[in-house]
């Protein structure tokens, strides 16, 4: 909420002058009736030309000053809005992409689409009339009340009395409604999480045909949206009806008293008479858009506590600044002679699950090593490669660099010191060129020529008359799985880093193709230090040391020749990709 607020700082001028703007329409409204009183009062019913001449110019110039004002009303208002909500859309956005994965998973893709979409509008529909609601309506309330007390005290009683029973009714019939928009509202962050999955796995769908069970799952999500948003505006529509039956029956006592105190000679003015109608008529419309607007809050509460969970998320990815008495930090750029990588009793369990990932995970990379990271799928290699990056904070447990701990130096100063090609390669919009600036802003072209050759790109570059310019649709869809994995290599080896990560991405390679990018990285990333994860032992084998994950855990280390004769499940693992004969002599004795 703090943040919402703080976007309106720019248009504190904007808020001001609509503010006295439609402070200004609304006293003219106020003071029109009172006028008319006076001009039959005193004009009509004494022939007083004088009187009727001022008068109907006094009335001239409060609609002109009625009507300017809502021009200049409207006007800043739409700016005060369009404004508001634009920086609030850019401020979302912006903490959106700066959440932590675990922060981004406690709400995940969906709600965290709707928040930034649905709820925004729903703020900015509010956003329109908060001004003149804050502003106008107790104004028109307040400013008739009294001068209906001042024409007549009875008849604004009668009026007064029916204003206590209509709170009660709107607050009764408002108060199920918070439930039920946020329940709405969770039931379309299903929704759209179903459509997401839907869209994602449309082939995986219909190749084992469970369309029929993922219309049940949409339909269910539907169908529960609905009842809930149904029901929320029936209560809403009941409203507006239930109060201005109650408004218009003191309407019709206050004329029907009117008439029998004028025949009993207790009422003689008819200007009085016309000015309560008028003032009844204004806080008749003041009532309305006041029940209209609290008729409206829970939804706008839901929206505004579901936006403001999002800006609740404190920074966790910011380095810590540097003490005078812990030394030299580890630098955020540059070469470190020890960067050494050390997983202690590290545990990882993920948002909502049950089960830990990762249980009592204990080893150490040096600087300069090269390591494999093996298992079958499921075994958790990735997870160790995203707590490594400093994306998930471990259960228990410490993850350090350098000696350090992570929480000591800082985790973005730590992940400008890796290079990563993730398991799922992500391709941006845009050119091949500039998608491997990303890697590195500052290199050249012969640099990212340079990259490509040696992650095997360059006979694309050359069968396409764009060459680097050649244009990549968003997610690589006009290139292959092989193609896309080759750009993200390249994109990850021409960057400046210590650590290089390679998260299985070379899954989608042939082995000539596989082994002649590990030849050339190697050449290239001489002396840095390499991860890379893997399920494939061919992959593995040019490694200095051999990781074995299994179900979280690492099992076993050593070299390939090593954990041949140590390891089950690594010797298994070798059997079923090479074969009983391909091991030769690395069988157990």
């Known amino acids: 909420m703090k943040t919402l607020l703080n976007l309106l700082k720019p248009y504190k001028k904007l808020l001001i002058i609509n503010a006295i703007t439609d402070a200004i329409g609304t006293l003219t409204l106020i003071l029109m009736p009172y006028v008319m009183s006076y001009i039959v009062d005193e004009g009509v019913a004494k022939s007083n030309q004088s009187v009727l001449w001022i008068g109907s110019g006094v009335m001239v110039l409060l609609s002109v000053l009625s009507i300017i004002g809502s021009l200049i009303a409207n006007s800043t ?63 028109m309330l307040i400013g008739s009340a009294v001068l209906a007390f001042m024409a007549d005290v009875v008849l604004a009683l009668i009026f007064v009395a029916v204003v206590p029973i209509v709170g009660v009714v709107v607050f009764f019939l408002v108060k199920p409604e918070h439930e039920m928009w946020e329940k709405s509202d969770k039931y379309v962050d299903e929704q759209n999480k179903i459509v997401r999955e839907r869209l994602s796995g449309l082939r995986v769908v219909r190749a084992f045909n469970n369309d029929d069970k993922e219309h049940g799952r949409a339909k269910f999500a539907t169908e529960e949206m609905a009842k809930y948003m149904i029901r929320a505006n029936v209560r809403s529509g ?79 990815d910011t380095p810590l600044e540097p003490s005078a008495d812990k030394g030299e930090e580890i630098a955020e750029t540059g070469e470190n002679d020890n960067f050494d990588l050390e997983f202690t009793g590290v545990k990882f369990t ?72 993730m398991q799922k390669p992500m391709i941006f919009e845009g050119t091949i060129k500039e998608n491997i600036k990303m890697g590195n802003p500052d290199s050249t072209d012969e640099e990212i020529l340079s990259a490509l050759k040696d992650c095997q790109m360059e006979s ?45 991405s070379f899954s989608a390679l042939d082995y000539l193709t596989e082994s002649i990018i590990r030849a050339n990285t190697q050449t290239r990333l001489e002396g840095k230090t390499q991860i890379i994860v893997t399920q494939r032992v061919s992959t593995a084998l040019s490694a200095q040391r051999i990781f074995v994950m299994d179900e979280g855990r690492i099992v076993d280390e050593g070299t390939h020749e090593s954990l041949l004769k140590t390891s089950k499940i690594y010797r298994e693992i070798c059997e079923s990709q090479l074969g009983k004969q391909a091991l030769g002599g690395g069988e157990n004795e």
């Open 77 to 139: 208002n739409s700016r005060l809005t369009t404004g508001y909500t634009a920086d609030l859309f850019k401020a979302t956005f912006k903490k959106i992409n700066s959440l932590s994965y675990d922060q981004y998973s406690k709400i995940g893709p969906s709600g965290l689409l709707t928040r930034a979409t649905d709820d925004i509008w729903n703020i900015e529909g509010m956003a329109n009339t908060v001004v003149y609601t804050l502003v106008t309506i107790p104004i």
């Open 350 to 421: 993920y948002p909502k699950s049950k089960a830990p990932t990762l249980t009592d995970v204990n080893l150490k990379i040096k600087t300069g090593e090269k390591v494999a990271i093996i298992g079958g799928t499921g075994s958790g290699k990735t997870t160790f490669v995203k707590l490594a990056l400093g994306l998930f904070e471990p259960d228990c447990g410490v993850i350090s660099v350098g000696g350090k701990a992570y929480g000591e130096v800082g985790k973005v100063a730590v992940r400008k010191r890796f290079s990563v090609a």
């Open 238 to 316: 009941f409203i507006e009806p239930i109060a201005m039956l109650l408004l218009d029956i003191a309407t019709v006592v206050m004329v029907a008293v009117s008439g029998v105190r004028a025949t009993s000679g207790l009422m003689d003015n008819a200007g009085d008479i016309i000015a309560i109608v008028q003032y009844v008529a204004l806080l008749t419309g003041a009532l309305i858009n006041l029940t209209w607007t609290i008729s409206w809050l829970p939804r706008l509460k839901v929206s505004i506590d579901r936006i403001s969970e999002i800006h609740s998320f404190k920074q966790e």
């Open 460 to 504: 694309f570059i050359n069968e396409h008359e764009e060459g680097l310019n050649y244009f990549l649709v968003g997610g690589g869809q006009n290139v292959s799985g092989g193609q896309k994995q080759r750009t993200s290599m390249a994109r990850t080896v021409i960057r400046r880093a210590d650590v290089y990560v390679f998260d299985d």
